[in-house]
């Protein structure tokens, strides 16, 4: 094996059922037989080891073993050999679920642990040369807010500019400034930013639209066939809105309204090969509700061959529980050090198969910024999280995979539509029906001035520019997926169990769920860990 190849390694390690240290591959690399040192190490390890350490290679070299070359003939890149038989029981039992409206679901329960690594069945190696992921949309080092007036001017022009370029051409509209000037009776059309929204004594909605000219009023009869998607509106989203003008020509009566939303005809891109990826969130290590127990039969099931096809991992947000996220918040704290959550994280993480590709976005309980869009993890951090080499990128961003775009986002703007939508429109109790709306608004947090800290950019990167085949968000630890114009919108759940904080606001948490997705597909497969 060539000394530069740690990848070969890793992914060795792997078929083998064993993460690494970095320092212990760039020791196994560095030995003069690596084969023999890898063999070896995996041999010295303890029984119910999941990571190979520095330490592992330190005892197997200063002892001699892997010096002479001539002792073995065994190859790190071939993945091939096995010291024990194959457990033909290893694996997860299946049983029957119905959460969410997706195409395909299966649950498996995850509560018999596989064998362990090294009894289970040797995996095949994955071939890296047909991965490809890139990250678009990521704030990350690009932050030039510094929160004066003209911030927030710039990213709310930028925002109206891109959002109402999408309305432009479904519309004739004209700006504000010159539909007095049409006549009463004119038939006209406005895209404009919700200003304001409020009620008339006759049960009509008097809906304020601004553009770059004015703002103008338009009001929607409560007997109009689309009158009830005055609930669906926010203040700052961008609209366009059709109708007659008023004899004085100085109201605009609505006829018909139009969001940006997802265009009905559009089609997802799929992979070109069968390979999945694993979509969670919400891990909160730290929390005394953090659940181990089921992280771990999680991270031994991607182990075994049931799970071979899962060759990236999409975590949106929350890895740690934070501190002084909400009150009281240390009296449910397992560990009250914020850098120590991360250790901490950074251990469960190592237990995932090393040859897995991980990609983490921020979430609120994370130590970053809470307006949004949040920047990636600090330089420290990331050191601190290393030992998987994973793509940490910023809340909210868009990952496309083999083709396949998702949009990630952690999701706290799901709380604010819940609340001001009714419950026929938007629950907790199922997560993805808010996620529409965002898809229909083409905006993740669409209202400035709420419980959203919005940060004001050169540029709004909450704006959905090209529709994701994918929409993946967690923060409200409910479970919940189905698709939306042939989007696939999934919110994951979470690995806390519920907390006193949760019980006394009425969240009850679905816990140690895994969404997989067929990427070839866009099918979903639900396992379930607890």
């Known amino acids: 094996m060539p000394l530069e190849a740690p990848a070969r390694i890793v992914r060795a390690l792997a078929t083998r059922g064993f993460n690494a240290d970095r320092e212990a591959v760039t020791l196994i ?27 592992h290679v330190r005892t197997v070299l200063d002892g001699g073993v892997a010096a002479d070359a001539s002792t073995s003939n065994s190859s790190v890149s071939t993945g091939d050999h096995t010291e024990n038989p194959p457990d033909e029981s ?59 007036y003209d911030d927030f001017v710039t990213v709310f022009r930028d925002r109206f500019e891109r959002l109402s370029g999408k309305l432009r051409g479904r519309v004739n509209h004209r700006p504000t400034d010159t539909l007095e000037a049409m006549g009463g009776g004119s038939d006209a059309a406005i895209v404009g930013m919700v200003n304001d929204i409020r009620s008339t004594a006759s049960g009509h909605w008097l809906i304020e639209l601004e553009d770059t000219s004015g703002v103008f009023p338009c009001l929607v009869m409560k007997d109009r066939r689309f009158a009830d998607q005055v609930d669906e509106l926010l203040c700052d989203e961008v609209i366009a809105v059709e109708g007659t003008l008023a004899d004085d ?30 979509l969670i969130s919400d891990v909160h290590v730290g929390s005394q509700e953090f659940m181990a127990d089921a992280w771990e039969r999680f991270a031994d099931w991607l182990h075994t061959a049931e799970a071979e096809n899962i060759e990236y991992l999409l975590i949106a947000g929350d890895m740690v529980e934070g501190v002084g996220v909400y009150p009281d918040q240390d009296d449910e704290l397992d560990i009250v050090d914020i850098y120590e959550q991360y250790e901490a994280f950074s251990e469960h993480l190592k237990q995932v198969p090393g040859d897995i590709e991980i990609v983490m976005i921020p979430g609120n309980h994370d130590a970053v910024r809470l307006a949004e869009p949040q920047p990636g993890f600090d330089e420290e951090l990331r050191e ?34 819940i609340a001001e939508f009714p419950d026929d429109k938007a629950t907790y109790d199922d997560p993805q029906k808010p996620m529409y709306h965002l898809l229909k608004k083409r905006h993740v947090a669409p ?84």
């Not at 909210?396 to 990630?408: A, H, K, N, Y």
Request: net charge negative; glycine share 8%.
């Open 384 to 417: 601190i999280m290393s030992a998987h080499d994973a793509r940490i990128t910023g809340n909210p961003s868009t990952v496309t995979i083999e083709g396949v775009s998702v949009l990630m986002y952690h999701g706290v703007s799901l709380d604010e539509i």
């Open 90 to 148: 290893a694996g997860s039992p299946a049983e029957a679920m119905g959460v969410g409206s997706g195409d395909s679901v299966t649950a498996s329960s995850g509560n018999d642990r596989p064998a362990a690594h090294t009894d289970g069945p040797e995996l095949a190696q994955r071939d890296d040369s047909q991965r490809s992921l890139d990250i678009a949309n990521d704030i990350t080092g690009r932050s030039t807010g510094t929160g004066e």
């Open 29 to 55: 690399a560095s030995a003069d037989d690596p084969g023999r040192a890898l063999e070896a190490a995996v041999e010295a390890a303890p029984e119910d080891a999941l990571t190979i350490t520095a330490e």
């Open 249 to 278: 020509g100085g109201i605009l009566f609505v006829d018909s309204m139009y969001f940006p939303d997802v265009p009905r005809t559009f089609e997802p891109s799929t992979a070109d090969r069968h390979v999945q990826a694993a």
């Open 447 to 530: 209202q400035y001035g709420g419980h959203m800290r919005l940060a004001p950019e050169e540029k709004d990167y909450l704006v959905i520019d090209e529709v994701p085949d994918i929409f993946h968000t967690g923060h409200v630890h409910k479970l919940g997926y189905g698709k939306y114009h042939n989007v696939l919108a999934i919110n994951s759940g979470c690995w806390q169990a519920q907390t006193e904080f949760q019980k006394s606001v009425n969240i009850d948490p679905d816990t140690a769920y895994a969404p997989v997705v067929d990427l070839d597909t866009l099918d979903v497969t639900i396992r379930k860990f607890d």
